[in-house]
């Protein structure tokens, strides 16, 4: 079994998981109605596309790029599929590369990425909050954006979420691609790192 964060860092991920009681405060942060296509960018275990699905919404879809984890999630599924819990296709869990996967159906996206994964994705989350999506950052956002609001979901200021909209988003002058060079971006296009 491999996990990157402990053989050197190489992951864009933070080493931790969302805290499970942490997951009904982030669910109603998130605001999901039953009309929702949720993504959790990075999800680990699934545990937030799952509290979304037993939410309502409509669809969640994880995206995961550590198999260990991805097992973990689909077990999950598939224990809620047959306890009733979950319709099916009502979750999916996808092994994908973040710069390469397309979340332009999403409604509401949940991202806990570290600031260099960020700004890999920034196009992606630009183009999506651009078209209406709503966007919900645990701990991290986008360079240079301006959240809507910031919770402190908890009594040790622990948890804070950033939630960003289309008024969020500074335009570009130079309608270039700002992370082009970036060091992140280098480093993921050699290869050192996974999102």
Known sequence: MRIPWAEGGRSLAPPCGTDKEDLSRIVEALR??????????????????L????AGAKRCIG????????????????R???????????????????????FSDATVIYVFLLPAA????????????????RLVCNTWG??????VETLQLNELGTLTLLLYSQSSIKPDSTGED??????????????????
């Open 142 to 147: 986008p360079r240079d954006w301006r959240p």
């Open 118 to 133: 960020l700004e890999v994705i920034e196009p992606q989350l630009r183009a999506a909050v651009a078209q209406g999506t």
């Open 80 to 102: 809620g599929q047959k306890a009733g819990e979950l319709q099916h296709g009502q979750v999916l869990a996808k092994s994908e590369d973040l710069r390469l996967c397309d």
């Open 51 to 54: 509290a979304c699905a037993k």
């Open 178 to 195: 700002r992370t082009q060079g970036s060091g992140a971006r280098a480093a993921i296009e050699d290869g050192e790192s996974s999102l």
């Open 63 to 78: 995206i995961e790029i550590e198999e260990v984890l991805l097992d973990r999630f689909r077990q999950a599924i598939a």
């Open 32 to 49: 999901i109605g039953a009309s929702d296509v949720m993504y959790d960018l990075g999800c680990g275990d699934g545990r937030v596309c």
